[in-house]
């Protein structure tokens, strides 16, 4: 095995070749993240091919149980399966894991973290530390400021999310589906349930067939309550996938234990870290998908008191976010930042 005889980490990816994949090493390279060695992992139909990394090409290892020695960091996004075979094996080789699937996210002894909210929660990891569900991480980065302020009781999230949530497949499929429907063609959908052209429906995973909720809207509900440490909050959550490429919007409202005003959310949002105001009345200009793209924050607008509520205790407001980059790879990369001094440089 090579030693690594720099201070910096070195750092794999498995699933590298997805969406999020590519995120984690596009952010590396924005926030001037120090390595000293990327590994590149994938399914061994990838392996041998390249991607780049920092001007090199970085050759793609197939993911195996010795694909870890050596590894001080390991950025999972391959889908919860993977998570729950691998991540363990990378713990014991010496890594810590960052793990964007839903697999570890509600063990009591797997930090959820957005640094934003708990950073100080990524010191009590025993190896593997979990990034929230990304309609979580859009609607908790705003709403945290708010709650830390005045308690919210009660909070109503419809989504409206990207294909980019469902991989690239999903964002292939809605590409040639469009295509397709304006060239007058049928299209049979591979990766999602319904039609995706010019359709919305609800999100794609699976219905607890009690409760009615699908398995994001739980999701949701469990995280928040599990980052607030707050099993008390009220929640109600709609999820529905749209035919939007890329970046997640969310309209929500909340309801605080004393009243609030639109003006206290908006001076909130102008001092919340991970969060951009864009509240244009007089120019309708709001939060939208075409603008969160590529974007590192969280932006917020809508701005506005609750007329359901006349105890001037509840706001509505719409936000949109990246759920490639606030939602899965930057989060991800903000708590490997964060990791003890032993890891990092």
Known sequence: M????????????????????????????????????LKALASARSAGKTVSFRGQNVVIEELTERAFEGVDIALFSAG??????????????GAVV?????????????PLVIPEINAKRIRDHKGIIANPNCAAITALVPLWPIHQNNR???????TYQAASGAGAAA???LVE?????????????????????????????AIDPETGYNDEETKVINETR?????????????????????AHCEAITFECEKPITEDQVRAIMAQAPGVKIVDDRAKNYFPMPIDASGQDDVLVGRIRKDLS?????????????????????????????????????
């Open 177 to 205: 589906s469009t295509r397709a429907n304006l060239n007058g063609q049928v299209y049979t959908p591979k990766v999602m349930p319904h039609p995706y052209a010019f359709n919305l429906f609800n999100h794609n995973t």
């Open 152 to 158: 919210i009781k009660r909070v109503i999230i419809s």
């Open 309 to 345: 509520d006349p105890s001037g205790h509840s706001i509505s407001m719409f936000v949109s976010a990246d759920q490639l980059l606030k939602g899965a790879a930057l989060n991800a990369v903000q708590i490997a930042e964060l990791l003890p001094q032993r890891v990092m440089a």
């Open 226 to 246: 599990k980052i607030f440490e707050d099993e008390t909050i009220a929640i109600g959550v709609t999820c529905v996938r749209v035919p939007v490429l890329r």
């Open 80 to 93: 919860g399966g993977i998570s729950k075979q691998y991540a363990p094996i990378a713990v014991k080789a």
């Open 171 to 173: 964002m292939d499929e």
């Open 98 to 110: 960052v793990d964007n699937s839903s697999a570890f996210r509600m063990d009591p002894n797997v």
């Open 2 to 37: 090579e030693e690594n005889v720099s201070n910096d980490p070195v750092v794999a990816i498995v699933g590298v070749t997805g969406a999020v994949g590519a995120e984690f090493i596009a952010t590396m390279d924005k926030r001037g993240f120090r390595i000293s060695k």
